[in-house]
């Protein structure tokens, strides 16, 4: 994508209607996305990956496109729902089961997830609002909810060789 459609998605991500067109262009993001084993998500607009976690009720592995910021060898994810008043599945589903699979440029990686709060927290908040300036305004609109950040970290056989 060019710099200038980038910059106009990343100001559009500040306006109510991509608050509401986003969730819709949620399931087509999760096909291209299990369809390139996570090598094209969000149309390469942002860095972007699709995570699969366990459904908390089912049991069965649920998948959602998210972007993320890199953290050292970790990822960090934003659960903003597009500024909805609760909280994504996907944040439930990792309260309850921080084990997770993170699909990447054509990888998947076993992750396991940490809630981040205080100093970390804001650290990581400050990283991911370079990349989307838009979690602050959703994070405006999202009324009392507190947003959760988490830290995805790969597990110890999946890291990096240095």
Same mark, same amino acid.
């Given at each position: ?17 991509? %608050? ?5 262009? =949620?399931? !087509? ?12 998500? =969000?149309?390469? #607009? !942002? $860095?972007? !990956? ?10 069965? $592995?649920?998948? %959602? =496109?998210?972007? /993320? +910021? ?5 990822? +960090? ?24 699979? +993170?699909t990447t440029g054509g990888e998947s990686l076993p992750v396991r997830a940490h809630l981040v709060t205080g100093p970390d927290r804001t650290r990581l908040w400050d990283l991911a609002t370079r990349v989307w300036p838009a979690y602050d305004t /959703? ?7 507190? #947003? ?12 990096? %060789? =240095?």
């Open positions: 994508m060019t710099g200038v459609f980038r910059e106009f998605v990343r100001r559009a991500g500040h306006t109510r209607l991509m %608050s509401r067109l986003g969730p819709l262009w =949620a399931p !087509v993001d999760r096909l291209i996305g299990r369809l390139t084993r996570g090598r094209v998500v =969000a149309l390469g #607009i !942002v $860095p972007s !990956v699709l995570l699969t976690t366990t459904g908390r009720t089912t049991g069965r $592995p649920r998948r %959602s =496109a998210l972007l /993320y +910021v890199a953290d050292g060898d970790a990822f +960090v994810v934003i659960g903003s729902n597009w500024c909805r008043t609760v909280h994504p599945a996907w944040v439930r589903n990792l309260l309850a089961d921080p084990r997770a699979t +993170v /959703y994070a405006r609109r999202a009324g009392d909810r507190d #947003i959760r950040v988490f830290r995805l970290e790969r597990l110890p056989d999946h890291l990096p %060789s =240095a």
